[in-house]
């Protein structure tokens, strides 16, 4: 474990698609290869100037490329042994298959294209193999025609959701069938990913389609004001040049140009860990409140055991490593937790201090001979807020809270869909907003595919995996729930009570008043009415500094997105036992669970910007 959260490795993933070699004449394989090559390799220069040009926010490690292919004889093969050629610049082979090796070996009709295929498996630094189904001689013609389709279309969708750049060989007409190139090459737009279009010219030579037909990029992040398009027909094209593959890997890669988002970024690269919390104001709020005191609201948990809590959920899936992203998760949990309690408690202090600061003004009239000593101690507790609300907003407490538990829970929920081989949507055309997810994103880039074979029992453990993170979600917001609730409920009465106060005061200073003459001839009862003044004056100040600790800490409002986001996660739990193998619909549910935990994240940090350090007043 490093001393500071980890700068992701440049990493990007080159999905490739394209016709099988029965539809690639063989005179313009040449040509077809060649330009895949010289793509690659002007890829792979324009990402290390753009790996150069933000080397701040990456780490110093050579970029890194992950061919992702289905591995069909043509286009697909092409790619991966042209990659393999270039591993000592970073290329890496991730193959998405639609059965198991030795099943979609079936597909190959030569020896030598099965062999091929064995090699480049075996040389495929990630392989996924996914539950595709054959047609069966007891099928149905309705049920078998849609079995071996469906198979191509989830590897073609699985690359798809892993590709940065979608590399495609294409003739420019129709799909055979399902999951066919024309049809993923539209699903590619739809989502907008950019496409590197290699133009097969079935009527021409080896020596490639003419000038309109050349290379090009088909993007709707060409134009100026991005908007969706349905086709990869309607997509912008623009001919591939050095130039514009530069403007393309610096479009991806890139942290986001707002100043402070890169601030923030560099400042999160740059925290350390600790091992206690300095500020205990909020524990000791809690064990006010009632609860136990316990020795770990005082100390800090380590980022490498928070990230083995991560591993512990991936494990069961039989995913492989995911120690990347493990790390990252570890470090963001630990850096929320810790400055969530500071700036919990410096927002307690301060409305402590200010109730404080109205007392001893209170007092003052009360006991005028020690006046100048009690006028001192509101000074202090004055001067205490000053120092603690402008050091907690140099030190961007607040934000640097509520950012890095952004990125621990955008980690722990692509951690479901890495699980099921794929990657959530991105913000393209349009670039990350906010450095949080462009730092989840970059982790998750350098994470890569999963290998393993979702079969019936691979699935099944990584349903498994699935439903225990799930689990372990709801345990969180439940137990948050009742916490805050608790927390909530007891500073309201406390609030109405000092508020019950106040009027009982009022009352006897109303009764007690005509009567000031006769009580000053009494011991200590002639100090009666200046008692009652003090009263009145803190009593409302200390109600108002729970109400303020109310409103600040959210208590109310986290209670209730903490039991709607655990109610959404039972339900999607249910919904996940109840999928025993379909891996289109666990894919499905993994997507509406992240969405679910993320959509919680980004109400609770809408609030939650709301709320920063402030004097109260």
């Not at 013609?141 to 940065?164: C, I, N, W």
Request: charged share 20%.
């Amino acid at each position: 474990m490093s001393e500071h959260p980890p700068k992701p490795r440049l990493a990007l993933a080159i999905g490739v698609i394209g016709h099988r070699a029965d539809r690639l004449p063989p005179a313009a394989q040449g040509w077809v290869k060649a330009e895949i090559a010289k793509v690659l390799d002007e890829i792979a220069v324009a990402t290390a100037q753009a790996h150069e040009t933000y080397r701040a926010f990456f780490s110093p490690q050579s970029p890194s490329f992950s061919i992702v292919t289905g591995l069909a004889d043509g286009a697909d093969t092409m790619a991966a042994e042209i990659a393999l050629e270039r591993a000592a610049r970073g290329f890496t082979l991730a193959a998405a298959l639609p059965f198991a090796t030795e099943e979609y070996a079936k597909d190959f009709k030569a020896d030598s294209a099965k062999t091929k295929l064995s090699e480049l498996v075996g040389r495929a630094n990630a392989c996924l193999e996914l539950p595709g189904e054959r047609r069966l001689p007891g099928d149905s013609d309705a049920e078998g025609s849609r079995k071996e389709p469906q198979s191509y279309e989830a590897t073609g969708l699985t690359v798809l959701s892993q590709a940065d750049i979608l590399l495609a060989v294409w003739d420019g007409g129709p799909s055979r069938g399902r999951g066919g190139t024309t049809e993923m090459l539209s699903v590619a737009a739809r989502q907008g990913i950019p496409v590197i279009h290699i133009h097969v010219n079935n009527e021409k030579s080896s020596a490639g389609p003419p000038e309109a037909e050349a290379t090009c990029l088909r993007w709707s992040g060409l134009t100026e004001f991005p908007v969706s398009v349905n086709a990869i027909e309607d997509a912008p094209r623009q001919i591939l040049s050095g130039d514009l593959l530069r403007h393309l890997i610096d479009r991806l890669v890139r942290p986001p140009v707002n100043p402070d988002e890169r601030k923030s970024l560099s400042d999160y690269l740059g925290e350390r860990s600790r091992r206690f919390h300095f500020r205990p104001e909020f524990p000791l709020l809690m064990v006010l409140s009632g609860r136990r005191f316990l020795f770990k609201d005082l100390s800090s948990t380590e980022p490498f055991i928070l990230a083995a809590r991560l591993t512990a959920f991936s494990d069961p899936a039989r995913g492989g490593d995911v120690s990347t992203m493990a790390t990252a998760y570890g470090w963001a949990d630990a850096i929320g937790s810790h400055f969530a309690l500071a700036y919990r408690s410096a927002f307690v202090s301060n409305f402590v201090l200010a109730s404080l600061a109205v007392m001893f003004a209170a007092l003052s009239v009360l006991f005028p001979g020690n006046k100048p000593a009690l006028v001192f101690l509101e000074m202090v507790c004055i001067g205490l807020i000053v120092v603690n609300t402008n050091f907690g907003r140099r030190r961007r407490w607040h934000r640097r809270w509520f950012e890095a538990r952004e990125v621990a829970e955008r980690l722990r929920a692509v951690l479901l869909h890495w699980m099921l081989g794929i990657r959530p949507a991105t913000f393209f055309p349009i670039q990350e907003p906010t450095w949080t997810g462009w730092y989840a994103r970059a982790i998750l880039r350098e994470q890569g595919l999963r290998s393993g074979w979702l079969a019936s029992e691979w699935v099944a453990a990584a349903r498994f995996a699935m439903v225990e993170l799930l689990r372990d979600q709801c345990r969180y917001h439940l137990s948050n729930a009742q916490r805050m609730e608790h927390l909530e409920r007891w500073l309201e009465r406390i609030g109405f009570w000092l508020f019950i106060g106040t009027i009982i005061v009022a009352v006897v200073a109303l009764c007690v008043w005509p009567y000031h003459s006769f009580l000053e001839k009494f011991y200590l009862l002639h100090l009666l009415p200046e008692a009652l003044l003090f009263l009145s004056v803190w009593l409302p100040a200390a109600a108002t500094a729970a109400y303020g600790i109310r409103i600040f800490g959210d208590f109310e409002g986290i209670c209730r997105r903490s039991r709607r986001t655990d109610t959404t996660l039972q339900q999607l739990i249910r919904a996940i036992q109840n999928e025993k193998s379909d891996l289109a619909a666990l894919r499905y549910h993994a997507a509406a669970a992240a969405d679910a935990m993320l959509g919680d994240v980004e109400s609770w940090r809408l609030a939650a910007e709301n709320h920063n350090l402030a004097f109260p007043h």
